[in-house]
C-alpha cells in the first residue's frame, strides 16, 4: 500500500517538475525522495517518472495517480484537523447521560458556557432515574459520560463533582414546619412519599433509615424526586429528597435533616483519558454545585 509519505513525493514531483526542487520542498534528500518514487513505481509495476536530458517528465501513469494523491492527502490532513480539534474541545460529539434532577440544577448553565465556547461540539443529554441503569448505557458504549450519585457497583472511573445534600420536604401544616430541622427517627409512623424500585433513590433511601434502625410508612410510591417533593408540599405525607429536585420550591416547607446528610455526585466515565470528556468534567468541577437553601 502506498504510503502518504510517497504520494507527497509524486505530488511535489508534478508541482515543481524537478528531483531537487520537491525533495527540497520536502525537506528530504534527493536520494531518499527517489526512494520513495521508487516503492510507488514497484506497487504500481509501471514507471512513474522518465529522466530526460533537461530534467524528468512525469508518465501519465505518475499524472493520473498524482490526481487522486491529492484528494488523499486532503483528506488526511482533514482527519488530523479533526482529530486535533476534538482533542481541543473545539469540535466532535459528547453523550452526557445524567439523572433526571440534574439537568435544570446543574448542567443547564454548564451546556449553556460549553455552547458558547464550543459552537462546533455537539452534546447528546439523556435523562435516568437510576445511576446503575446509566453505568449500563455508559459500558455498552452508548453513554460518553453519566452524571449522577455513586452506583451500586462499577469498574468504571469515578470523580467526585461534589456533594449534594438531602433535604426533607413536608406540607406548611405539619409539625415539621415549625422545627428548624428534622432527625431520621422524627420520620418513624410518618406517611412516607416513597421512591419506585427503579428509582436510584428508593435505594438510597432505604440504606439510609436502616442505618438509624428506622422504619419507613410509605404510602405511595413515585419515580421523580420532584413529584415526591409536590406530593408531600401539598400534604399527602414526607419525603426525602436530593437537593437538585427542588428548582422548583414545592409547596409546604424543606428542611434539613440534623445532623445534615449529603451523598456524592460522581462524573463516571469509561475512558478517563478522553479529551472531549475531561474537558466537560473540568467544567463541572469549576462551577461546582449550585446551593439550596432550606
Not at 453505568?135 to 457497583?153: C, F, K, N, S, Y
Request: hydrophobic content about 45%; proline content about 5%; overall charge neutral.
Amino acid at each position: 500500500m502506498a504510503t502518504l509519505r510517497a504520494l507527497e513525493c509524486l505530488v511535489a514531483l508534478v508541482d515543481t517538475g524537478s528531483v531537487t526542487k520537491a525533495a527540497a520542498s520536502l525537506h528530504l534528500s534527493q536520494p531518499a525522495l527517489s526512494h520513495q518514487i521508487g516503492a510507488l513505481e514497484r506497487e504500481f509495476g509501471t514507471r512513474i517518472v522518465e529522466r530526460q536530458s533537461r530534467g524528468i517528465r512525469v508518465t501519465a501513469a505518475g499524472l493520473a495517480a498524482a490526481k487522486e494523491a491529492r484528494i488523499a492527502l486532503e483528506a488526511a490532513h482533514r482527519a488530523v484537523e479533526a482529530g486535533r480539534f476534538v482533542g481541543e474541545g473545539r469540535s466532535g460529539r459528547i453523550r452526557v447521560a445524567c439523572a433526571e434532577t440534574m439537568t435544570v440544577w446543574l448542567l443547564v448553565p454548564a451546556l449553556r458556557r460549553w455552547r458558547s465556547e464550543r459552537p462546533e461540539v455537539t452534546v447528546d443529554l439523556m435523562e435516568f432515574t437510576s445511576t446503575d441503569r446509566m453505568v449500563e448505557v455508559l459500558m455498552a458504549g452508548q453513554a460518553d459520560v453519566v452524571i449522577g450519585p455513586e452506583p451500586t457497583a462499577t469498574s468504571a472511573h469515578q470523580e467526585i463533582i461534589g456533594d449534594e445534600e438531602m433535604l426533607v420536604v413536608a406540607s406548611a401544616h405539619h409539625d415539621f414546619a415549625g422545627k428548624t430541622s428534622v432527625t431520621v427517627k422524627d420520620l418513624t409512623g410518618e406517611p412516607f412519599v416513597h421512591y419506585t424500585p427503579d428509582n436510584g433513590n428508593a435505594v438510597w433511601v432505604d440504606r439510609f433509615v436502616a442505618a438509624h434502625q428506622v422504619s419507613l410508612t410509605p404510602i405511595l410510591r413515585t419515580r421523580s424526586p420532584r413529584t415526591a417533593a409536590q406530593l408531600a408540599g401539598a400534604g399527602m405525607g414526607v419525603t426525602i429528597v436530593p437537593a437538585s429536585a427542588l428548582t422548583v420550591q414545592p409547596p409546604g416547607v424543606v428542611r434539613h435533616l440534623e445532623p445534615r446528610v449529603y451523598r456524592s455526585l460522581m462524573a463516571i466515565t469509561a475512558t478517563p483519558s478522553d479529551a472531549l470528556v475531561s474537558l466537560f468534567i473540568e467544567e463541572l468541577l469549576r462551577q461546582g454545585l449550585p446551593t439550596v437553601s432550606a
